[in-house]
């Protein structure tokens, strides 16, 4: 089958997404994240671009924003084990929910 065109460069094709295409937007969204990190006291005007994407532009259910947090906190728990202690957990979950919480609030 062919693939179309675009999607972030090489693999073959996933529901319109190459698999390289996958990890390449995985960093931007990681890279996206960093940024709110270093900018956690003023997250909405950090993420105000990205607000504006995703509401206007993408129209993504904001119901989603959820489910990826918890999608993101899974992954960390697999990888870090013990590490991800209560404490880092209830400060992830915190912090996912503001981004989630910005990243909604131009939704009407
Ligand atoms: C923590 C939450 C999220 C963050 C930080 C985030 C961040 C980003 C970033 C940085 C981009 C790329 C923007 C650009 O290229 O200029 C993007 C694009 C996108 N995001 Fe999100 N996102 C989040 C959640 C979601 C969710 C929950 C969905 C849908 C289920 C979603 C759907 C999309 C789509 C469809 C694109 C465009 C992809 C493309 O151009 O191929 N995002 N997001």
Same mark, same amino acid.
């Given at each position: 089958m062919q693939t179309p065109p675009g !999607? *972030?460069?090489?693999g073959p094709c996933r529901g319109g997404y190459r698999l390289g295409g996958i990890r390449a937007h995985g960093k931007k969204v990681v890279n996206a994240l960093g940024n709110a990190v270093k900018n956690v006291d003023n997250l909405s005007q950090a993420l105000s671009e990205l607000s504006n994407l995703h509401a *206007?532009?993408? !129209?993504?259910?904001?119901?989603n924003f959820k489910l990826l947090s918890q999608c993101f906190q899974v992954v960390l728990a697999v990888h870090?084990?013990?590490?991800?202690?209560p404490e880092i957990h209830s400060a992830m979950d915190k912090f996912l929910a503001a981004v989630a919480s910005v990243l909604a609030e131009k939704y009407r």
């Open positions: !999607r *972030y460069g090489p *206007y532009n993408l !129209r993504v259910d904001p119901v870090l084990g013990k590490e991800y202690s």
